[in-house]
């Protein structure tokens, strides 16, 4: 499962790191902080005790739209794990039980005694089972999983299983469909099992349609069948085992793009309005197909593999077995695709086919073996397709996201046996943490030895289950390695190395210090395997040294005065650290290094460039780098000279007029419109919003209205009824500072229909608009924050919260202002006009704290 994308930007945009990073964010608005709590006295998570063994599902499933139920017959075939049994317990979330038997070798049926509490179904069995006698349980049900109580969490917005949407077609702004989520124990919402992750199952489904739907499940469509009635009946069969979690079907209105992939079919699902961007927004899945396959020494293990876009979808993506299911974020068109493909998050479910499918952790513990492998299949795609720098980019926002996260009270074990809920275990450890932790795993052992352990791993623990010691025994087989100091340190603790780093050098030699300043009170020490860079005026020379104690000096002997020496050039230790480095080696990092040690080096100039004129001279420069994200960074890095300025003024307008990357046309264009004259560039604002890109046309509109208000509320209104996030994010910025009250039609129709991050700034944008207006106007709008902000997930609860915090501060701020006017003013007429627009304050401020109360009651 790929994590909720609003998730992780939140924790991107709100976690406060001790390490600094550009993340070229816009903070015109003040965002509620996220807060993460992490019980220290949670019980120990075993893995499920196997009773049975489930062998094969059975499914005959169709629909009622009206009550938004599914019913079912299900026929489960098990085998005792070892121990006899009399009895089966099955995982069955609010059902109407209809039938419950056990089958007799004729096929006949025995009704079983059976007690039920809406969760779980225990069957007394007829006689006793013992190992190896198979076992087959007939159950007919009516799934109901609207009138459960569900929950959901921030990896996961609902635990439900079966979503119907817009079953009744009520809304024609949204098609309907049916599709299911089974991750982490969903899918006994909609059928019996025994929905725990160390089970591996085959499946026969039988999905009854209306004739103008479609439908989509795991493995290969043997059949449709025309029933009398005129709906279809496709039969869906999966004969290789796996998870009940990764059980899936999908039925609604798709359009279907053909692939291949060597023998195998391989198709896209959109709705019909995006099928001429399928073959763009997920072409480079069969090229994906034949890298990891490559690179593992594993082919894709599936019958075929397809991938769907639906709405309303409570996370990322999910990875159910040959049949990844994507939100709609990912349905984009040629555009949208210039400034984000999501390609790593089509790259991440595919490996999961590999680590989470072929095979699944045994426990949530484990979980991962499951997910820091996907993180890490984005990095290897990136590496392959893009190259090092592009792959390193997006790997060093992960750092980032495990940091903030680490940073901000969640600093807990990779692998935790302990935990409040299953659903804690998605964060930005399990994901980005063990991303990175391969990452360095790989650097120790070298890449032949990486992948052949990887290759292993999945030969040997193919269609089972695995636990992190499995992967461990992997690579030691393959390495002759005890690798037990590694995972003890990385993957059974918590934390990352602190480390302050001291470099000096005499006419003979050059010494590095390294202390280790982490965990003192635990008496902590990492073994950290590194590289010592040396950089001279005509070569360069490394070393390889072992880390392993509190304080440790490493001496080399001098070929000459270094310009740089730098630990870990690559940047592939999982650590913070503090370096004594000057300005001069932090430049020449900048110029020579690799990108994660380049970018490092900007974060560092940017405070040197206000007293150094060489670090200022080196960002500068910085703007005609060769990958484009330092072009990015540095344009962000940029503090303006107030005089003398021209040259860098015109490099900035050549960027964003010519840059090949919209990425930087965009952060030019926003650069621009900070300074003092902006107007000068409202021509080349303008031309920007003819751009092809549509984070260019809204920086372009951002811009101009700093430059020219009254231009940009006319360019804004055409830009209305657009669907592109960045493009209704700009205009809500643009409506938030000039908009007049009939601008209020848009921030009601849009803020309901929004979603993602776009959603959550939406609130703000929303709150700062109504500052400015009329009682009526506020209080329509407060009760509009209000409502979203309660029938939303906890994200937007906070944004509610934040918005409405927001509003009340300014409000109040500009009722003091003007009850001070009042006290200096003497016309009778003025002061009339100001009591009126205190009491309009007042009626607003008490109404979003009324708001706010009703918001802070909600858990």
Known sequence: MRLNYLALALVMVLGSCHTTKNTGKKKDIDLAPVEINVSRENPYRASATKDFDLIHTRLEVSFDYEKQHLKGNATLTLKPHFYTQSSVVLDAKQFDLHEVSVLNADNTKTQAEFDYDS?????????????????????????????????????????????????????????????????????????????????????????????????????????????????????????????????????????????????????????????????????????????????????????????IIVRDYVSGAMENTSATLHGEFLQRNNRELIDETYEDIISHELFHQWFGDLITCESWSNLPLNESFATYGEYLWNEYKYGRDYADYKQFDQYYEYLSEAQNGKNVDLTRFYYADKEDMFDSHSYAKGGLLLHYLRHIVGDEAFFKSLETYLKKNSFKTAEVHDLRLAFEEITGKDLNWFFNQWFFAKGHPVLDVTYSQTADSVKVEIVQKHNAEENLVYQLP???????????????????????????????????????????????????????????QLKNGSYKAQAEALEQLTELQKENVNAKLAIIEALGASFFEIRVSAIDALQMPKENNE?????????????????????????????????????????????????????????????????????????????????????????????????????????????????????????????????????????????EGLNGNEWYLQAARGALKQYVKTVEDRKKLAQSNLSKEDGQTAKLTIQEQIADYESGIAAAKDALQKLNAKE
């Not at 004739?211 to 009635?229: I, Q, R």
């Not at 099928?275 to 990891?292: C, D, H, L, R, S």
Request: charged fraction near 25%; hydrophobic fraction near 35%; proline fraction near 5%.
């Open 119 to 307: 969760v779980q179904l225990n069957i007394t069995l007829p006689k006793s089972y013992k190992r190896g006698e198979e076992l087959k349980v007939y159950i007919a049900y009516t799934a109901k999983p609207e009138e459960r109580q569900h929950g959901g969490s921030d990896a996961i917005q609902s635990d439900k299983g079966l979503y119907f949407i817009n079953p009744l077609g009520k809304d024609s702004s949204k098609p309907t469909q049916i599709w299911t989520q089974g991750e982490t124990e969903s899918s006994s919402c909609w059928f019996p099992t025994i929905d725990k992750p160390n089970q591996k199952t085959t499946q026969e489904i039988y999905i009854t349609r209306d004739k103008k739907y479609v439908s989509l499940s795991n493995g290969v469509l043997l059949s449709s069948k025309e029933n009398a009635d005129g709906t279809v009946t496709d039969y869906w069969r999966m004969s290789l085992p796996h998870a009940p979690y990764l059980v899936m079907i999908t039925v609604g209105d798709f359009a279907i793009y053909k692939d291949r992939w060597r023998d195998l079919e391989v198709n896209y699902y959109t709705e019909h309005s995006h099928a001429p961007y399928a073959k763009q927004i997920f072409g480079n899945t069969p090229e994906m197909m034949e890298f990891f396959s490559q690179k593992l020494g594993v082919d894709y293990p599936w019958a075929k593999y397809s991938q």
């Open 530 to 588: 590194l590289q010592v860079k040396v950089y001279y005026e005509t070569n360069t020379r490394s070393y390889d040294v072992v880390l392993s104690k509190p304080k440790q000096v490493f001496s080399f002997k001098s070929e000459g005065t270094p310009l740089l020496t730098d630990i870990d050039p690559l940047r592939v230790v999982l650590c913070e650290k503090a370096e004594n480095k000057t300005p001069a080696q932090y430049i020449y």
């Open 647 to 787: 040259s860098i003024l015109t490099t900035l307008e050549t960027l964003a007029k010519a840059d090949a990357k919209s990425a930087v046309r965009a952060k030019a264009t926003e650069k621009l419109s900070k300074q003092p004259q902006s107007s000068k560039y409202t021509a080349l604002f303008e031309a920007g919003l003819n751009d092809s890109s549509y984070a260019v046309v809204a920086a372009s509109l951002k811009a101009l209205a700093k430059a020219d208000s009254k231009k940009a509320m006319q360019y804004a209104k055409p830009y209305e009824n657009e669907k592109n996030t960045s493009l209704v994010g700009a205009v809500a910025d643009v409506y938030s500072r000039e908009g007049e009250q009939d601008k209020q039609v848009f921030f009601e129709e849009k803020l309901p229909i929004a979603n993602g991050i776009n959603k959550y700034y939406l609130f703000y944008y929303y709150s700062n608009f109504l500052t400015r207006m009329d009682k009526s106007t506020v209080l329509t709008g407060i009760k509009t924050i209000e409502r």
